[in-house]
């Protein structure tokens, strides 16, 4: 079992960058494929990017492709996730989520993913 934990959320204006981090807890942190989900209010959550084990595999959403950067540092058991040029339609609470599989072509579904974190709001004013 792993116990996630996310953080760096805040309050940015258009065009400013954030950085979320997730630690982890519990064994084996570097088996675990990583990804980033988000809901906006009102939406279903979803997914952002993903990251495999070793981190030589990611995959982004199309509304994120060359502004966000996921990436992790398995000796610190964390997982980043890089926010450039934020728009306003990124505001949404941001999760963390872990996965004892590589969920290949269901990676964008949250049933594939095992664990998750309480989510870190992110909020972008125009």
């Known amino acids: 079992q792993v116990q996630l934990v996310e953080s760096g959320g805040g309050l940015v204006q258009a065009g400013d960058s954030l950085r979320l981090s997730c630690a982890a807890s519990?064994?084996?942190?570097?088996?675990?494929?990583m990804a980033w989900f988000r809901q906006a209010p009102g939406k279903e959550r979803e997914f952002v990017a993903v990251?495999?084990?070793?981190?030589?595999?990611?995959y982004y959403t199309d509304s994120v492709e060359g502004r966000f950067t996921i990436s992790r540092d398995n000796a610190k058991n964390t997982v980043y996730l890089e926010m450039n040029s934020l728009k306003p339609e990124d505001t949404a609470v941001y999760y963390c989520?872990?996965?004892?599989?590589?969920?290949?072509?269901?990676?964008?579904?949250?049933?594939?993913?095992?664990?998750w974190g309480q989510g870190t709001q992110v909020t972008v004013s125009s």
């Open positions: 519990g064994r084996a942190f570097s088996r675990y494929t």
């Open positions: 989520a872990a996965a004892t599989r590589w969920p290949a072509e269901q990676r964008v579904a949250v049933r594939s993913y095992n664990y």
């Open positions: 990251i495999s084990w070793s981190g030589s595999t990611t």
